[in-house]
């Protein structure tokens, strides 16, 4: 057993779509969450930036003593998770890809058409495509960018005309020419814009990685002989930059139940405890 923290963390606010599904299913956990929202968008950045961005995360966190550590952001996952655990050989860590690839094989049949959506770095990695074709080649894959979601999502334009909009343009093609059977959400932002995207492409099954993420955190945990036996709600929220927008976003996923206060740190690092 350790009582220890889980560390978590994203570019910006996407990665809090994991934390009410990852606190109902290990309810004894404490979690760190750092949001890098002075930073994000990640997904059309270079990849040594993200790199470089990524281990100062991961310092920052390993500071806070967590005793592992969930990547739940698609970009860096796809862009540092392996040299990640090549320089931190001592903290388990978690990305969201395979987890959510896993589910995939096991639900459809070899035949089936999948279709990705992912920041540029993502896609541009083939990270999904490649995952899959792994455990599985008879699976037809299309993948595509859609850069402009994280920022809408990241200004608080979820139910939107313009999000609407911007749904139909980047998907339209999966349901009028690939007629795909699936569609997985490989940015932890998407979630929240999953109704757009469900009344764009009907009858057409959404997967949330982020949900397939937390069984795999859990999975972790107890191979290492990590889970907590000791109920804590002092779980912490952390962000580079507090904006309007991030807070907001906050008290909408957490139902204002988030006393928010402010403490500097030399990354300019803002803490919001206790949620």
Same mark, same amino acid.
């Given at each position: 057993m350790n009582n220890q923290p889980i560390g978590v963390f994203d570019s910006g606010v996407g990665g809090l779509t994991i934390v009410p599904s990852l606190l109902k299913r290990l309810p004894n956990e404490r979690l760190i969450y750092f949001g890098d929202t002075a930073r994000t968008?990640?997904? &059309?950045?270079?990849? &040594?930036?993200?790199?470089k961005f990524t281990e100062e995360i991961v310092d920052f966190l390993l500071e806070k003593k967590v005793k592992m550590i969930a990547i739940a952001c698609n970009t860096v996952t796809s862009a540092c998770l392996e040299e990640l655990q090549v320089k931190y050989p001592d903290i388990p860590m978690v990305g969201v890809i395979e987890p959510a690839v896993k589910k995939i094989i096991k639900n459809f049949k070899a035949d089936a058409k999948i279709g990705i959506i992912g920041t540029k770095v993502t896609?541009?990695?083939?990270?999904? &495509?490649?995952?899959?074709?792994k455990y599985n080649s008879g699976f037809t894959v299309y993948e595509k960018a859609c850069p402009i979601f994280v920022p809408l999502i990241e200004e608080g334009l979820m139910d939107n005309e313009i999000t609407d909009l911007a749904v139909k343009h980047y998907?339209?093609?999966?349901?009028?020419?690939?007629?795909?059977d699936a569609l997985v959400l490989g940015c932890t932002h998407y979630p929240l814009i999953k109704k757009t995207i469900s009344r764009t492409l009907p009858g057409v099954e959404i997967i949330d990685p982020s949900y397939e993420m937390v069984c795999g955190i859990e999975k972790t945990l107890k191979e290492n002989d990590l889970l907590a036996d000791n109920p804590k709600t002092d779980n912490i929220i952390y962000a580079s930059d507090l904006s309007p927008n991030f807070t907001n976003m906050i008290n909408s996923i957490f139902k204002d139940k988030v006393r928010v206060g402010v403490k500097n740190f030399d990354l300019l690092v803002e803490e919001l405890p206790h949620f």
């Open positions: 968008p990640y997904g &059309s950045k270079a990849v &040594s930036t993200i790199k896609i541009n990695n083939n990270a999904y &495509s490649n995952a899959i074709q998907l339209e093609e999966f349901d009028q020419e690939r007629k795909i």
